[in-house]
Structure formats: structure tokens, C-alpha cells
């Protein structure tokens, strides 16, 4: 088996794990993991941005809000996707999502670098602004409250454990989804973009299409995790769309590995884990976090799925150092 077959095949154990585990954990481990899934979503949304394509967002927490607030208004005033029409919801949610990224792309995509981090962070601060001052739409401050989960083919979504099923049947779509994504001939464009995007350009490639497209793509799965987000947390607010919330993605993104995918969903169930293990222990548990974060990419540029290559890198050097031919060539 090549490594890339292997790396799968963990990925695919891992998941089944997961899937076997938690439900037989208690309820507040398996909302936990739900919300972890869920959040999950935003972060590879984002990795797709970040590690792929070598754009920096601040402002993927927009798309997670249109979603929320679109479940939300729908579910509260029209009564729609609380039954069979729940698939048409997510269908809807990713489309809001996809439009809204294809609004703010015309506007970020042509900047670069910390430029690129300005205006996403901006436009994001803008739905913010809107989720907070939009006391008829949005309910102000004080959110939406979704009171009743969805019911779909005869199985209660109220219910923990089904809807912690749907939840992860639609992250491990959203998963195989974008890894298929990054590994088809645009993703390695997209690849291509962010190692040296003058070079695409000189063989023909229409970079700045290549990076509207990936935008669009990422605010899909956004507004999907705002969905799932909305019925997982119960509640649509403006904490969810604040700048925070876009924060913790980046960090989650790289603490777990950019540009791998797997890693935003490990660094997803890291820190969700962490803040609430941690919260219990001590009042000042946002500093132990932080701290994380700082190690993590002192000595793990490329987060915690790069510990292997860096054993690898750390075995291959010591035993350079004890090769007995190098140590018989120094001279005494």
C-alpha cells in the first residue's frame, strides 16, 4: 500500500471509531462531538482557503451565520425544515452560503496577503453588523431560538443520537467531497496558486477564476455547517457570525495541520474538547488555550499532522549523526 492509501484507510478507522464510540457515550459527550462535526465543516471549508489555495479568511464565520440565520428564520416563521423538506434546508443554507462568498469574492479575491485578511475580516464584521442592528430579521441580540428540531422520514432528529448520525453522515459527505476536490487537477491548481501563483499565471492559467471559485466552494460548506450549527446549538445569535468565531476556525485549521483537511477536524475536537474540560478546571483557561496555540506553531509549523514527518526528519538526522562512516571521516 502507497502512504496515501494508508493515510486513508486511518482516516476511514478513525471515522468508524468515532461513529461506533460516541453514541454509546453519555449525552453530554455525544452534543459535544455534534457540535465538534458541525464546526468541523467551517474549518475544512476554510483549509480549502488557507492551505490549499494560500488565502488567509477572517471572515468564514459569515457563512456559518446566513446559514444559521436562514435555518432559523425558515424553521421560527414559515414551520420549513422541520419535516420532510429538512434536506431542501441544507440545500438552501449552502446555496445562501455560496451566493453571499460570491458577493464578498469580487471584492477580497483580488487582494493578497494581509490585504486579503482585511477586507475578509471587514466583510464579515459587515454580516455581523447586520445580525446584531436587524432586530426584525434577526432577533437582535437576543437570536433565534429553534425550539423544535427536525423530523425526517420517521426518525426524530430531536434525539441525540440521530441527529449526531445525520450530523456525521453529512460531515464524512462533506469530507470525501472536498478531498476529491483537492485532488482532482483544480485542487492541484489551487496547490499550484499557492506555491507561485505569477508561475500558473505565465502557463496559462486563469488564476484569479481558479481563487473565485474555491471562495464560492468554501462559503457552500460554510453555510451547510451553519445549518447543521443552527439545530445543533439550538440557538442563532450574533456570537455566531462574530469576529471570534472565524478566529477559532483559523486556529483550529492550523493547530490540527493546514492543508490537509483531516487536521481542521482534529483541531476542531481538540479545542472544543479542551475549552470544556479545561472551563471546569480553572476560570482563566482561555490563557491555556492560547498557550497551545503558540507552541503548536513554534515547534509545529504545520500542526499536529506534521509530527510524523518531523519524527521522520528528527530519526533521519540522528541516525546521519551516528552513521559510523561520518564518524570515522572526522578526523581525530
Avoid at 440545500?91 to 477580497?108: C, I, N, P, Q, S
Avoid at 483544480?186 to 505569477?198: D, K
Wanted: with cysteine.
Amino acid at each position: 500500500m502507497t502512504s496515501q492509501q494508508i493515510k486513508i484507510l486511518m482516516v476511514v478507522v478513525a471515522l468508524g471509531a468515532l461513529a461506533v464510540i460516541v453514541p454509546n457515550t453519555n449525552s453530554f459527550v455525544i452534543l459535544l462531538s455534534t457540535r465538534a462535526l458541525a464546526f468541523a465543516i467551517l474549518v475544512m471549508s476554510l483549509d480549502i482557503l488557507l492551505g490549499y489555495t494560500g488565502l488567509a479568511s477572517l471572515g468564514q464565520a459569515a457563512y456559518l451565520g446566513v446559514g444559521a440565520y436562514a435555518t432559523a428564520i425558515l424553521a421560527t416563521t414559515y414551520q420549513f425544515g422541520l419535516g420532510m423538506d429538512f434536506w431542501l434546508v441544507i440545500l438552501f443554507g449552502m446555496l445562501v452560503g455560496a451566493a453571499l462568498a460570491a458577493v464578498f469574492g469580487l471584492l477580497a479575491i483580488r487582494a493578497t496577503g494581509v490585504y486579503f485578511l482585511m477586507i475578509t475580516l471587514a466583510l464579515g464584521q459587515c454580516v455581523w453588523g447586520l445580525a446584531y442592528r436587524w432586530n426584525s430579521l434577526t432577533g437582535g441580540d437576543n437570536g433565534i431560538n429553534l425550539r423544535v428540531k427536525p423530523k425526517f422520514a420517521g426518525l426524530d432528529l430531536g434525539h441525540d443520537v440521530t441527529f449526531f448520525y445525520v450530523v456525521f453522515f453529512l460531515f464524512a459527505l462533506s469530507l470525501l467531497a472536498m478531498y476529491v476536490l483537492v485532488q482532482s487537477p483544480f485542487g492541484r491548481s489551487l496547490a499550484g496558486i499557492r506555491e507561485r501563483e505569477l508561475r500558473m499565471q505565465i502557463l496559462g492559467y486563469n488564476t484569479w477564476l481558479h481563487k473565485y471559485i474555491a471562495f464560492i466552494i468554501a462559503g457552500g460548506f460554510g453555510g451547510l455547517s451553519g445549518v447543521l450549527w443552527a439545530h445543533t446549538a439550538g440557538i442563532v445569535s450574533p456570537e455566531n457570525v462574530v469576529l471570534t468565531t472565524s478566529v477559532d476556525a483559523l486556529l483550529m485549521a492550523v493547530l490540527g495541520g493546514a492543508g490537509t483537511l483531516v487536521g481542521g477536524v482534529i483541531g476542531s475536537f481538540i479545542v472544543f474538547g479542551l475549552r470544556e474540560y479545561l472551563s471546569t478546571l480553572v476560570p482563566w483557561w482561555q490563557y491555556v488555550l492560547g498557550a497551545v496555540y503558540v507552541l503548536t506553531i513554534l515547534y509545529l509549523p504545520f500542526g499536529l499532522m506534521g509530527i510524523p514527518e518531523r519524527i521522520r526528519q528528527w530519526r533521519a538526522s540522528s541516525g546521519k549523526q551516528a552513521d559510523p562512516k561520518t564518524l570515522a571521516s572526522v578526523p581525530s
